[in-house]
């Protein structure tokens, strides 16, 4: 156990708390474990108890938090992709939009053309619908402020 124990405490990061804890732990530990045990009293074996309790506990911690950070990176990677899913979505729906709306057009403009949809009807209704300039200058229809 002492060099499962040992061990662990050197491949923790220096400078980090359990690390330090480890590093002073680590002393006392080797300092009971050099003890001829038939020397050992009652309270040295008890502490030697806590001691390895408390070793272990602050590696238990320690690997829950670990593993806890790591699962929170993942949900975060995981909603951006989530994001980036439901906005790819989002911009293909509006391209099937938009080419709907241009096909739309290019057959009412192809029916105006034969005579099958009253021009004027279609000019009258684009004159009410559309309020942007650029949009009225595309039909050549008058500014909205020029129309009374």
């Known amino acids: ?19 330090n804890w480890l590093g ?11 003890h001829d045990t038939r020397s ?5 074996l008890s502490t030697f108890s806590e001691l390895q309790s408390i070793i272990i506990k602050l590696l238990e911690k320690q690997n829950m938090a670990s593993r806890l950070e790591q699962l929170l990176k993942k949900q975060e990677e995981l909603k951006a992709q989530i994001r980036k899913e439901k906005n790819k979505l989002v911009l ?16 009412m403009m192809e029916l105006m053309k034969k005579g099958e949809l009253d ?3 279609i000019m009258k209704r684009l004159d009410s619908f559309l309020t942007k300039e650029l949009d009225r200058q595309l039909f050549d229809l008058p500014e909205q402020n020029q129309k009374k």
Do not use: C, W
């Not at 002073?24 to 050099?34: A, D, E, N, S």
């Not at 509006?94 to 057959?107: C, E, H, N, V």
């Open 119 to 121: 021009e004027k009807k």
């Open 40 to 44: 050992l009293n009652p309270y040295s």
């Open 1 to 19: 156990m002492s060099d499962q124990v040992l061990g662990v405490s050197r491949g923790l990061a220096e400078g980090s708390v359990i690390g």
């Open 92 to 107: 293909a729906e509006r391209k099937k939009d938009t080419r709907r709306q241009i096909l739309l057009g290019a057959l």
């Open 24 to 34: 002073v732990l680590g002393v006392k530990f080797r300092l009971l474990t050099h």
